[in-house]
């Protein structure tokens, strides 16, 4: 297995066990959360060496975080202690229609003050990086720090993923979260948008414009998400895929459901398998993050990736 790469912010995500307005609520269940944690721990459950790097707080949360990861046999190696800022968290609603209530407390993280020297060993040994949009709008330094490892893995020769995982509330304009994100998306091999992101990122509407953009600015591949629709693939030699999604899906939390697709498209291209194969994996991942409550409870191990797969992609056949 391919050694693999990912950093980012990672919070505590205290989840309400009952519906209502979240000032009501008494019990709460502890998830570790993030869009990069999600992926390393899908990544791992595939039987990847799969590496994260980040800073937490030197508190009861960084520790819950650290334990957390490293039981799903993420590698920690890169993961940092900050004496002075603590960990960040987020509170969430419960709720069986619509999107939840979440609030953030996180302007304050220690991921904010990650430092920007050693950026360079990390990349040893490394086969790929995958980053997303996050670290880029959070603050200047982590905006620093996710283009350095970007630039870094290319020097190093490795494959590189990015995600956009837009936050347009964190960046201070759009004009410049559409600037930052297409920098960010040009040092990249695969780019992985939802249909609204890749809209919102290049003005143009139908998957295939889209995807040329990109393209065109040296991209190697674009997989668009098109939500319960499926998955749109092309590359730079006019390849092009579309596979549905999975039907009748008991959608029981839709966070998570991106990075999950992220898992399964990421996993299957290192491994060297065609278009369909690609986004029939990641169309099923990204269906069975959403079967769950947690961000990650719904991430497969192999055997049951299979499982699933033959399952439902049988029945659309």
Known sequence: MKRFLTFGEPMVMFTAQSEGDLADQMVFRKFVAGAETNVATGMARLG???????????DSLGRYIRKALAQEGIKMNFVSEDDTWPTGFQMKSHTTHGDPEVE????????????LQGIANMMV????????????????????????MMTEARKAGMSISFDPNLRPNLWPSKKEMIRVTNEAAALSDWFLPG??????????????????FYLQRGVKLVIIKLGSQG??????????????????????DTVGAGDGFAVGAISALLEGLDEKATLQR??????????FPGDSDGLPSRPALYAYLQKVYAKIA
Do not use: W
């Open 48 to 58: 990847y060496d799969s590496y994260f790097a980040s800073r937490v707080g030197k």
């Open 104 to 115: 953030y407390f996180r302007e304050f993280a220690a991921f904010r003050h990650i430092p």
């Open 125 to 148: 040994g490394m086969d790929h990086l995958h980053a997303t949009g996050i670290p880029l709008a959070l603050c200047e330094n982590t905006r620093q720090y996710g283009l350095k």
């Open 195 to 212: 249909i609204h992101e890749g809209q919102l990122l290049t003005g143009l509407q139908d998957p295939e414009a889209i995807a040329d």
């Open 231 to 252: 998955a749109f693939f092309k590359d730079s030699k006019g390849h092009f895929e579309i596979v549905p999604g999975v039907p009748n899906v008991q959608v029981v």
């Open 282 to 291: 990641g169309n099923a991942i990204g269906s069975l993050a959403v079967q």
